[in-house]
């Protein structure tokens, strides 16, 4: 499955922006879909997952209450809602695809190319 992810841009601390993530080929409701983040100098994070068809959503604990995941199998497309965004929130933002589900970015094979969420005052 190829993965593009689209979306970020420029934002207000406190304001609103939503990802999402095309998907290419086969089969794109067999995979578990996540959103991971890595701002510079840090370590990939993960940010959000998602279950095949919809179910089994996990956050971290960093963004519960603010981000929403969620998917539209027919359109091979998932998204995350990103509300009330903070400074520590601008990163770069990857979509993933993986079979298992966890939040280790080991599990997730394939990857999305990042779009750039950029925080401002």
């Known amino acids: 499955v190829q993965l593009q992810a689209s979306g970020g841009g420029l934002v207000q601390a406190g304001g609103s922006l939503r990802l999402s993530c095309a998907a290419s080929?086969?089969?794109?409701?067999?995979?578990?879909m996540g959103w991971f983040r890595q701002a510079p100098g840090k370590e990939r994070e993960f940010v959000a997952s998602i279950g095949p068809r919809g179910g089994i959503i996990d956050y971290a604990d960093s963004v519960k209450g603010r981000f929403t995941i969620s998917r539209d199998n027919a359109k091979n497309t998932m998204y995350l809602q990103m509300n009330s965004l903070k400074f520590e929130d601008a990163s770069v933002y990857y979509c993933?695809?993986?079979?298992?589900?966890?939040?280790?970015?080991?599990?997730?094979?394939?990857w999305g190319q990042g779009t750039q969420v950029t925080v401002s005052s």
């Open positions: 993933a695809a993986a079979l298992s589900h966890g939040s280790h970015p080991a599990l997730y094979g394939y």
């Open positions: 080929g086969r089969a794109f409701s067999r995979y578990i």
